[in-house]
Structure formats: C-alpha cells, structure tokens
C-alpha cells in the first residue's frame, strides 16, 4: 500500500513558477513508477510526466516539454514537479500516483493522491 499526498499548488501569474511535491508513505515507494495527471473542469485526467523508479527516465506530454520537470528522492518519498513558464492552459488539479509499470494512461496507476489546485493567471 502506498498514500500519497500533495503540495504546492496555488495562484501564480502567468509566465511564474510553482513546484508541486508529492509524499508518499510506506517502505516501497522506490520500487514504484510515479506520475503526475491533471484535470481541469470539464475535462478528462490528462497525462503530464512520469518517472521510473530509479529515475532514470523520465516522459513528459507535448504540452509541458521544456517548461516542467519531473523527478524524485527516493531517500524522501518524495516526487516532485517543476512548473516553469506556467500558461492559463495549465490550470487544473494535479494528482501524484503511484504504480508498478510506468505508462502514460491512468489504469497504469494503482495508487492516487487527492489531488493539488494549481491557478495560473493571465
């Protein structure tokens, strides 16, 4: 079993900066790919970065290349989120989770947080 909880999110103006953490308990979480989705209202959960378990590799959707960072301290439990150059377009709620194949779809995640609001201004 693995919880996991987020942090970080908040309002920021377009063209800022946020870093979403997500912590996660239990004693296996290194052995875990980890990823991060988000949704907006009205939409589906969308896929955004992954990281394998030693993260040594990392995926990223077309629409945060270049601008976000995914990676993780498995010393911490913790994975992280690095959002640069953030757009309107990126409002949603961002959710860590947690699963045993890396992928970009949501049935590779067995584990899910609750979820952070993430607000970019314009």
């Known amino acids: 079993q693995v919880q996991l909880v987020e942090s970080g999110g908040g309002l920021v103006q377009a063209g800022g900066s946020l870093r979403l953490s997500c912590a996660a308990s239990?004693?296996?979480?290194?052995?875990?790919?980890m990823g991060w989705f988000r949704q907006a209202p009205g939409k589906d959960r969308e896929f955004v970065a992954a990281?394998?378990?030693?993260?040594?590799?990392?995926y990223y959707a077309d629409s945060v290349k270049g601008r976000f960072t995914i990676s993780r301290d498995n010393a911490k439990n913790t994975v992280y989120l690095q959002m640069n150059s953030l757009k309107p377009g990126d409002t949603a709620i961002y959710y860590c989770?947690?699963?045993?194949?890396?992928?970009?779809?949501?049935?590779?995640?067995?584990?899910w947080g609750r979820g952070t609001q993430v607000t970019v201004s314009s």
């Open positions: 990281i394998t378990w030693s993260g040594g590799s990392k």
């Open positions: 239990g004693r296996t979480f290194s052995s875990y790919a």
């Open positions: 989770a947690a699963g045993t194949a890396l992928g970009d779809g949501p049935r590779s995640y067995g584990y």
